[in-house]
């Protein structure tokens, strides 16, 4: 597979090591009433889909950066990737 | 048409004259052919000698020698010769070369010939005219489909001792030497805007439209010949021959240095986004590979657009013993005639059920050879000039044993008649090659006018498949669609590119009636002839309900063998889909997987193999450990000293029990650059390591160092180490050996996924600086001789858990951790890499008088042992901070990865493990890594299991054998004396329960 960094442009994937679902990025609150609920399925839950699926990569033989990479599961097309970075502020992981 | 071929020039065979002097012993050599002339070379079968020309394949030369019995089938060993010219060989397998260069299952029809070469049959004994497992054959009513699945079942028992051996002994075709292969096969990575996967006309027509183009172009063949079919053919191209408008093309394709022609070369699979692989086999036409030259090389080809034109292959007919050798594709022997001038006999006949078959008995008439009959199964077939024709007939059975000798007609009248002939020429219509195009999802979808599947569905990324490959068989066609395929793919690259004028070339139809199987007869018509399966396998399938394309292919091995099925897949399911009642396309082809064809291991490993099968790190202080005549370890990639032998040592525990006593009465050295090494540097840095760490980091003073535990997620002890502040946004983090790329991995993760907006740095530093530890009483009396005199070490100055930026050896950059692995006083002094082997060389010298020692992995282990401190063998993916010992290390007051988890009931049992030691009770006993733990009394079982035992090592401090491990409220329980047992070396042993911390319990040595 070919992705498409948004810093270096086009890198095989051999480059990097794959982590898995990008909800990983949405680590709960230890303070909520029912963080150790919300953790379990943090840790445990995923979708598995056939289709789009939103993954975290990392380019470890690069530039270090982890990626979140939408891939096809089903053609392994690749439809979107984004600093993991950018997603993570954008969801609201700044302090 | 023939005299065309024979006056093609440099390419053609006509320079040495006389039929005679061609043939010698090659009884079936022809005039003509793209063989070359000259000196003949010399080559063994089965240890006779033989000659051939150069251009000539192995199977080729046999053929020309009179040799139509080249291996013996799978199952039945049946004796058996080519049934094709091609890679889609199925039954001419042989073993070449010997020794460490033996390849077994290679087929003799692409087997280049080269002076020198050694090939011997395989899968028969003690030869291939007689062969002892050809009994199997009498038994072939036994052997049917399912055979296996049948007979073994029962008894169970039988299975291991009996049915296994038997069947391994029997399984399998060629063997191998086991010796070592001498050669180097390499990997490489190529680019290009067009791979064209072919070069026949389609894809000579597209390289050389894309190369005119100036585009980047790749061109890939499997042959060392260009040309494709236009070698086999005897119709030209223009005013050319075809030949030798290959020969022009392959010219202007050379004077191009944007386009790269790689014959020999098989695209073996089409993978993700337009990467396809590619075996280039750059050696096995030669002798042996030229000094420091592969012999082979994978090849990683980047793409962004690919054309397939892979041609298409020829099906045969089933018929009663359509597997005697003679029996061949119609198009194989008007190969071998054309091109490479050679007959399987001298008496041919044609077996065909389209237009295509007649050519082949053309060719043959036209090169001399007696074709005795033209068997056609239409009633309307056209007419024949120089052999009689059949219309409306078919072969219903064949005669001789190790070779054909005749066939039996069935006429379109019902009479039987008996045709004389040494080879049988089959033609069942041609397949295009599909195979790439289902590497990812394609389906091919079946076109009646063909009578066969072409490429649909959805094809591989930017793959377009153009030529017989795409069901345009014609060389005109094919042109048109090698050149127009060219022009599209490159405009969608933005590259403007003319198809320009064609040649002219035969443009005839297709004339094909479906006809995949010979009805009449009782015995066997073979379809897949590597496997042995036939007609009646097929019915068998049908009859027990094994009906689906993938279940017949399991259930009969139809297609299962190294030939893939190229051959014989079409024809097992046209006969299920008529027994089934269903239509072809209903029915559908199996998935194609990777590779194409058969690729060697020696090319998938590459490099990679023996020593370099991974990269071998070593320590900074690894030649002088040598010198010392370090015994050395594998600890992950790296290579450590595990002891140090003196002279006399006879025993490693000797050696190890020395430096354990010697660092803990004076001071020893141990190179721990291993270690995990993570500069962390910001604003932020401390609120950071905060939330990677268990413990509390914010407060940790400047120039102080601390233990830290990580947890996963889940609240299971990850990893641990120490983080040394040097400045307010400047710490030092180690990790262990084993984690040190998957904790980086991790906190950069946190960094960027989690907090992305925390002022911190990270990079790791792990091969920046050598690493020694030195320990014991006397190491900072040590130390101070090397340390640089401004540097106050003092206990006062420099206390423990101390750390600092100091200068060595009179200026030479360095830091200084006051910390302990070993519970001795102890230092870790890090200097930069280039100077780590003059740094382990002055620390000994500094150290001599002391009697310092070096010490290695093993007494590392006794020494942390002895102080409980947990490592890998006690953070082993299931064991909690509670279980350490360390619970109440993990901070309430602050959010860090794993603590919310780690409080969940299930991992605070009032009866969980708890890190303990243990002595045994008989002093001589030893305690084993891996025990299970039960009480005093009472069964052994693992209902009753208290614990296990974790680590073990012979104490020379305490003269005896020691343990910790994880005990049931262990720490509730010293002095209990328990069970340590090991069912499965029946070993049982008393041991009482104990702290941990065996040496200076209080850690008064630490701290002096």
């Known amino acids: 597979m070919i992705i498409n960094h948004p810093i270096l442009g086009p890198r095989d994937s051999q480059e990097f090591t794959y982590l898995g679902d990008a909800s990983l990025i949405d680590r709960p609150d230890w303070q909520a009433d029912n963080a150790a609920d919300q953790f379990c399925d943090y840790l445990y839950l995923r979708d598995n889909p056939a289709g789009a699926h939103r993954e975290l990569w990392f380019h470890e033989q690069g530039d270090r950066s982890w990626l979140v990479v939408t891939r096809n599961t089903v053609t392994h097309e690749i439809l979107n990737v984004e600093l993991a970075r950018d997603v993570a502020r954008a969801r609201g992981r700044s302090k | ?1008």
Request: charge should be negative; hydrophobic fraction near 40%.
């Open chain 2, 1 to 1008: 048409m023939s005299d065309v071929m024979v006056n093609a020039g440099s390419v053609a065979f006509q320079a040495d004259g006389s039929t005679g002097a061609r043939k010698g012993v090659q009884v079936n050599r022809l005039d003509g052919g793209l063989i070359k002339g000259g000196k003949p070379l010399s080559f063994t079968f089965d240890g006779k000698r033989f000659k051939g020309f150069e251009g000539d394949t192995l199977a080729s030369a046999l053929l020309a020698n009179g040799v139509r019995l080249m291996g013996r089938s799978f199952k039945y060993h049946r004796p058996r010769g080519p049934l094709t010219s091609g890679s889609e060989e199925p039954n001419a397998l042989v073993e070449l070369r010997s020794g460490g260069r033996q390849e077994p299952n290679t087929r003799a029809t692409v087997a280049e010939l080269y002076d020198g070469l050694e090939a011997n049959s395989q899968n028969c004994w003690p030869s291939l005219q007689h062969d002892f497992m050809a009994i199997n054959d009498r038994f072939s009513n036994f052997l049917t489909a399912g055979f296996y699945y049948k007979t073994f079942m029962w008894p169970a028992a039988f299975w291991e001792k009996l049915y296994e051996p038997i069947i391994r002994k029997a399984a399998g075709l060629g063997s191998i030497s086991f010796a070592a292969d001498p050669d180097a096969y390499d990997k490489g990575f190529l680019h290009c805007d067009l791979l064209v996967i072919g070069a026949g006309p389609t894809g000579l027509m597209a390289a050389l439209t894309a190369g005119r183009a100036g585009a980047q172009v790749i061109i890939a063949d499997e042959d060392f010949l260009l040309g494709g079919r236009l070698n086999a053919e005897t119709f030209g191209i223009g005013d050319l021959t075809g030949a030798a408008w290959v020969e022009q093309a392959q010219a202007e394709l050379a004077s191009m240095p944007n386009v790269r022609v790689m014959p020999r070369t098989t695209i073996i699979g089409a993978f993700d986004h337009g990467i396809y692989g590619a075996v280039e086999r750059t050696a096995d036409h030669v002798l042996a590979p030229e000094a420091g030259k592969p012999r082979q090389i994978l090849w990683r080809i980047y793409s962004k657009r690919a054309m397939l034109a892979a041609g298409a292959t020829e099906r045969p007919i089933a018929f009663e013993n359509n597997d005697r050798p003679g029996v061949m594709l119609a198009g194989a022997v008007r190969a071998y005639a054309n091109r490479w001038a050679v007959t399987p006999d001298q008496t041919v006949a044609v077996f065909t059920n389209n237009d295509d078959g007649h050519r082949t008995a053309a060719d043959l008439i036209a090169k001399g050879v007696k074709v005795t009959a033209v068997i056609d199964t239409r009633a309307d077939a056209p007419a024949v000039e120089g052999a009689e024709l059949f219309a409306g007939a078919q072969v219903i059975d064949t005669r001789g044993r190790l070779g054909l000798e005749s066939v039996r007609l069935r006429l379109a009248s019902g009479i039987t008649r008996d045709v004389p002939c040494g080879a049988l020429a089959v033609s069942g219509g041609w397949n295009p090659n599909v195979h790439l195009t289902c590497h990812q999802r394609g389906r091919p979808a079946w076109r009646e006018d063909i009578a066969a599947f072409v490429p649909a569905g959805e094809l591989p990324q930017n793959m377009a498949v153009a030529g017989a490959a795409n069901g345009d068989f014609s060389t005109a066609a094919a042109l048109r669609a090698g050149a127009d395929g060219a022009v599209a793919a490159l405009s969608e690259l933005g590259i403007e590119a003319k198809a320009g004028e064609l040649p002219e070339a035969e443009d005839a139809p297709i004339n094909v009636t479906p006809f995949w199987y010979v009805k009449e007869g009782k015995g066997r018509a073979w379809l897949d002839q590597q496997n042995d399966v036939t007609v009646k396998d097929v019915k068998l399938a049908h009859q027990e309900n094994f009906r689906s394309v993938e279940h017949l292919k399991r259930y009969t091995t139809l297609g299962m063998a190294t030939d893939q099925g190229k051959t014989s897949n079409m024809g097992g399911l046209a006969i299920m889909a008529e027994l089934a009642g269903k239509q072809i396309p209903e029915v559908g082809t199996t998935m194609f997987r990777p590779p194409y064809t058969p690729v060697s291991f020696g090319v998938m490993a590459g490099r990679s193999v023996g020593e370099e099968f991974r990269p071998t790190r070593k320590t900074p202080s690894h030649k002088w450990a040598e010198e010392q005549g370090a015994v050395f370890v594998e600890v992950g990639q790296w290579l450590r000293a595990q002891w140090f032998p003196k002279a006399g040592e006879t025993h490693w525990r000797q050696s190890v029990d020395r430096e354990v006593l010697q660092t803990r009465n004076s001071v020893g050295i141990c190179d721990v650059t291993t270690l995990g090494k993570i500069d962390v540097q910001g604003k932020d840095a401390a609120e950071f390591l905060n939330k990677m760490y268990a413990n509390a980091f914010a407060k940790l003073p400047v120039g102080k160092v601390r233990y830290g535990l990580m947890l996963r997620e889940d609240g299971i002890a990850y990893d641990d180490g120490t983080a040394a502040r040097f400045a307010e946004d400047h710490f030092v983090v180690t990790t262990t050996t084993a984690n040190a790329v998957l904790v980086y991995r991790n906190m950069e993760f946190a960094r960027q996924c989690l907090f992305p907006d925390m002022d911190v740095q990270l990079i790791s530093t792990t091969e920046a600086w050598a690493q020694f530890a030195v320990a014991g009483p006397n190491a900072r009396k040590l130390l101070q001789k090397v340390v640089d005199p401004e540097f106050d070490i003092s206990n006062e100055a420099f206390p423990f858990m101390g750390c600092g930026e100091i200068t060595v050896a009179g200026g030479c950059r360095a830091r200084l951790f006051r910390i302990s692995f070993s519970g001795e006083l102890a230092y870790e002094i890090a200097v930069p890499t280039r100077y780590g082997d003059a740094m382990i060389r002055k620390l000994m010298e500094a150290g001599e008088e002391f009697g310092a020692v070096p010490y290695g992995t093993e007494a590392l282990g006794v020494m942390r042992i002895e102080k409980g401190h947990a490592a890998g063998n006690e953070l082993n993916g299931t064991t909690s901070a509670l279980n350490l010992g360390m619970g109440r290390m993990v901070s309430k007051k602050k959010d860090c990865i794993g603590n919310t988890l780690s409080e969940r009931e299930g991992m605070n049992q009032e009866d969980a493990l708890k890190l303990v030691g243990f002595k045994p009770v008989n002093a001589a006993d030893p305690v084993q890594a891996g025990a299970h733990l039960m009480n005093a009394n009472g069964e052994v079982s693992a209902a009753t299991d208290q614990g296990y035992i974790t680590s073990a090592a012979y104490s020379p401090v305490l003269g005896c054998s020691i343990g910790i491990g994880f005990l049931k409220r262990g720490d509730s329980r010293k002095g209990e004396v328990i069970r340590a047992v090991n069912p499965l070396e029946g070993k049982e042993i008393q041991v009482e329960v104990v702290s941990a911390h065996f040496v200076d319990p209080e850690g008064e040595r630490l701290r002096g």
